[in-house]
């Protein structure tokens, strides 16, 4: 029934750009606090950014600047821009719909930095 479904996701040199996709279905998308979340092999899953139903927005300290993330209500779907990509960004990227307790996540998809 509830989906998030992450695409866009590849192998990239330092330097370029990715842009992330994330289409939702089965709740009120509206509704919910959308985020990104990233985690790389042996490392704990961090916030990379999020985007509130009212249009508030927070970003990582380690990716302000650089990755624009942005919601299209009409269509379900929440994006997030990556340029100046580092190796360091390198990791799995997740989907996340919170509305109070409730709380979905999608699959992920692998972002790799590299050259």
């Known amino acids: 029934q509830v989906q998030l479904v992450e695409s866009g996701g590849g192998l990239v040199q330092p330097g370029g750009s990715l842009r992330l996709s994330c289409a939702a279905s089965g709740f009120r998308f509206a509704n919910y606090v959308m985020s990104w979340y990233r985690q790389a092999p042996g490392k704990e899953r961090e916030l990379v950014a999020s985007i509130g139903s009212t249009g508030n927005i927070n970003y990582a300290d380690s990716v302000k600047g650089r990755f624009t993330v942005s919601r299209d209500n009409a269509k379900n779907t929440v994006s997030l821009q990556m340029n100046s990509l580092k190796p360091e960004d390198t990791a799995a990227y997740y989907c996340?719909?919170?509305?109070?307790?409730?709380?979905?996540w999608g699959l992920g998809t692998q972002v790799t930095v590299s050259s």
């Open positions: 996340r719909a919170r509305w109070g307790v409730t709380n979905y």
